[in-house]
């Protein structure tokens, strides 16, 4: 095996080259410094790529409260305080990216800056931006050691591309290799015996290798490691194409009914489709099963266009790729439905029933689990039902860090050089969400400057 040494004049080393790695490289750059990205793929981009494209974030501390009351509150404001300065930096680039108006998100309103045409696009530009003003990308790469001084800081690093061995001396390590979310013990330990389940939505790559360097040096893991952010979709026997994810996504699950193989309601439905997915991971198999009826379908389950187009319609996606699905004209043969299934056939009735119960009637007896809003009773057939599961997009959990971006130990003291960005970072998110992309660009732009400022 070759062994060759890289000297750069002690470069920012950047672990990752998705939105989180490229923004900082590019900052770094821009600011006359050396940086250097190590990409474990063939490729940029990394979950950004494979996303819808919306930079969005919460406009104000009250709203990211509202919905993330148990999130490093310190870390979130941070973070809405720096979105629109490190957006207007990006459209100083010549980003292409524009501001559009985005529905309210759980009731509350967002800045939300879509990539145009699409985040492919987006990915290229940032790519090029970042090797145009001097960078340097090393694909198909992995660190396999960290070398740190008597003082505990780190200043070398090796990689391992293809057959060779290569060291690279550093001034500081930004980690951004997007969290653990296709990591198999890591979801196994932090979200239970069904995460083999999981349906990936976000880049393979991502298997937590940013959280392992940095926990080998001492590094504190955040909050939230049991939360993450994702979807429902199709169960098996259906197999959902991996670059059409979004279009089999049950984005309305908040306004239907959902019941697990007890045939049991396991969580208010209405708090949103993310809460669901997290939900139904806790259920046996990791499997629940979506009710609804013919007026939540035509208002909440086709989306459509302005002149009425239909634009997507996940259930009948879903019927065509093998789902579990059916259209009864009454909920007694729905039920029977269900059963054939495996789900318990009394229990499903009596929930379903005493789910209309409580939101025609308000009776509160009816239910076990109240439920905040969106109340469509299942009363207008024909009758839906789908099989579900939870596709994971992004872990929320990752290592503890400051306002600085730079890691922590387990005192709560920084680790020197050591920074950490995106889907690596946690707690900012607590059994919640607040927007992916606005993570790493707010935090990349944030890592870089301080890692500049710790080189001098």
Same mark, same amino acid.
């Given at each position: 095996?070759?062994?060759?040494?890289?000297?750069?004049?002690?470069? +920012?080393?950047?672990?990752?080259?998705?939105?989180?790695?490229?923004?900082?490289?590019?900052?770094?750059?821009?600011?006359?410094?050396?940086?250097?990205?190590?990409?474990?793929?063939?490729?940029?981009?990394?979950?950004?790529?494979?996303?819808?494209?919306?930079?969005?974030?919460? *406009?104000?501390?009250?709203?990211?409260?509202?919905?993330?009351?148990?999130?490093?509150?310190?870390?979130?404001?941070?973070?809405?305080?720096?979105?629109? @300065?490190?957006?207007?930096?990006?459209?100083?680039?010549?980003?292409? +990216?524009?501001?559009?108006?985005?529905?309210?998100?759980?009731?509350?309103?967002?800045?939300?800056?879509?990539?145009? &045409?699409?985040?492919?696009?987006?990915?290229?530009?940032?790519?090029?931006?970042?090797?145009?003003?001097?960078?340097?990308?090393?694909?198909?790469?992995?660190?396999?050691?960290?070398?740190?001084?008597?003082?505990?800081?780190?200043?070398?690093?090796?990689?391992?591309?293809?057959?060779?061995?290569?060291?690279?001396?550093?001034?500081?390590?930004?980690?951004?290799?997007?969290?653990?979310?296709?990591?198999?013990?890591? *979801?196994?330990?932090?979200?239970?015996?069904?995460?083999?389940?999981?349906?990936?939505?976000?880049?393979?790559?991502?298997?937590?290798?940013?959280?392992?360097?940095?926990?080998?040096?001492?590094?504190?893991?955040?909050?939230?490691?049991?939360?993450?952010?994702?979807?429902?979709? &199709?169960? @098996? @026997?259906?197999? $959902?194409?991996?670059?059409?994810?979004?279009?089999?996504?049950?984005?309305?699950?908040?306004?239907?009914?959902?019941?697990?193989?007890?045939?049991?309601?396991?969580?208010?439905?209405?708090?949103?489709?993310?809460?669901?997915?997290?939900?139904?991971?806790?259920?046996?198999?990791?499997?629940?099963?979506?009710?609804?009826?013919?007026?939540?379908?035509?208002?909440?389950?086709?989306?459509?266009?302005?002149?009425?187009?239909?634009?997507?319609?996940?259930?009948?996606?879903? #019927?065509?790729?093998?789902?579990?699905?059916?259209?009864?004209?009454?909920?007694?043969?729905? $039920?029977?439905?269900?059963?054939?299934?495996? $789900?318990?056939?009394?229990?499903?009735?009596?929930?379903?029933?005493?789910?209309?119960?409580?939101?025609?009637?308000?009776?509160?007896?009816?239910?076990? #689990? &109240?439920?905040?809003?969106?109340?469509?009773?299942?009363?207008?057939? @024909?009758?839906?039902?789908?099989?579900?599961?939870?596709? #994971?997009?992004?872990?929320?959990?990752?290592?503890?860090?400051?306002?600085?971006?730079? $890691?922590?130990?387990?005192?709560?003291?920084?680790?020197?050089?050591?920074?950490?960005?995106?889907?690596?970072?946690?707690?900012?998110?607590?059994?919640?969400?607040?927007?992916?992309?606005?993570?790493?660009?707010?935090?990349? *732009?944030?890592?870089?400057?301080?890692?500049?400022?710790?080189?001098?």
């Amino acid at each position: 095996m070759n062994h060759s040494i890289l000297q750069k004049q002690n470069p +920012i080393v950047i672990l990752g080259g998705g939105m989180a790695g490229l923004i900082a490289g590019t900052y770094i750059q821009q600011q006359g410094e050396k940086s250097i990205i190590i990409e474990k793929s063939s490729k940029t981009g990394g979950s950004m790529k494979m996303s819808g494209g919306s930079i969005w974030c919460f *406009k104000n501390h009250s709203d990211y409260k509202k919905i993330n009351p148990h999130g490093n509150t310190m870390l979130g404001e941070k973070l809405i305080d720096n979105f629109l @300065p490190s957006i207007e930096w990006l459209i100083s680039l010549g980003a292409p +990216i524009k501001n559009v108006t985005a529905a309210l998100y759980r009731e509350t309103d967002r800045h939300c800056y879509q990539m145009t &045409p699409n985040s492919e696009y987006f990915t290229q530009f940032i790519t090029e931006k970042f090797l145009e003003l001097g960078g340097e990308i090393i694909f198909n790469s992995n660190i396999t050691q960290i070398k740190c001084n008597s003082n505990k800081l780190i200043e070398e690093i090796e990689i391992k591309t293809n057959s060779q061995i290569k060291s690279i001396n550093c001034s500081s390590l930004i980690l951004a290799t997007g969290g653990f979310h296709n990591n198999p013990t890591l *979801k196994n330990e932090h979200f239970g015996k069904w995460s083999d389940k999981l349906i990936v939505r976000g880049n393979l790559y991502s298997t937590g290798d940013g959280l392992k360097l940095a926990t080998s040096l001492g590094a504190k893991k955040s909050k939230s490691m049991d939360s993450f952010y994702g979807h429902l979709m &199709p169960a @098996p @026997p259906a197999e $959902v194409p991996r670059n059409r994810f979004s279009e089999f996504t049950m984005y309305h699950s908040e306004h239907c009914l959902l019941l697990n193989e007890d045939g049991n309601r396991f969580t208010d439905e209405s708090i949103c489709d993310e809460s669901n997915a997290e939900a139904t991971i806790q259920q046996n198999n990791a499997i629940s099963y979506m009710i609804f009826d013919d007026k939540i379908y035509k208002k909440y389950g086709i989306k459509k266009s302005i002149s009425g187009e239909i634009i997507n319609d996940p259930f009948k996606k879903s #019927i065509e790729i093998n789902a579990l699905t059916t259209k009864e004209n009454s909920i007694q043969k729905l $039920v029977e439905t269900l059963s054939y299934w495996g $789900v318990k056939k009394e229990a499903s009735l009596k929930n379903i029933l005493g789910y209309n119960d409580y939101l025609i009637n308000k009776n509160t007896s009816s239910i076990s #689990i &109240p439920r905040a809003k969106n109340f469509n009773p299942i009363g207008t057939p @024909p009758y839906y039902a789908i099989a579900l599961t939870t596709g #994971i997009t992004l872990t929320l959990g990752g290592l503890e860090t400051n306002e600085n971006a730079q $890691v922590l130990n387990d005192k709560n003291i920084p680790i020197g050089n050591l920074y950490s960005i995106g889907g690596d970072s946690g707690g900012i998110y607590n059994h919640s969400y607040g927007g992916g992309l606005c993570l790493g660009l707010v935090f990349g *732009k944030i890592a870089a400057g301080n890692a500049i400022k710790y080189h001098h």
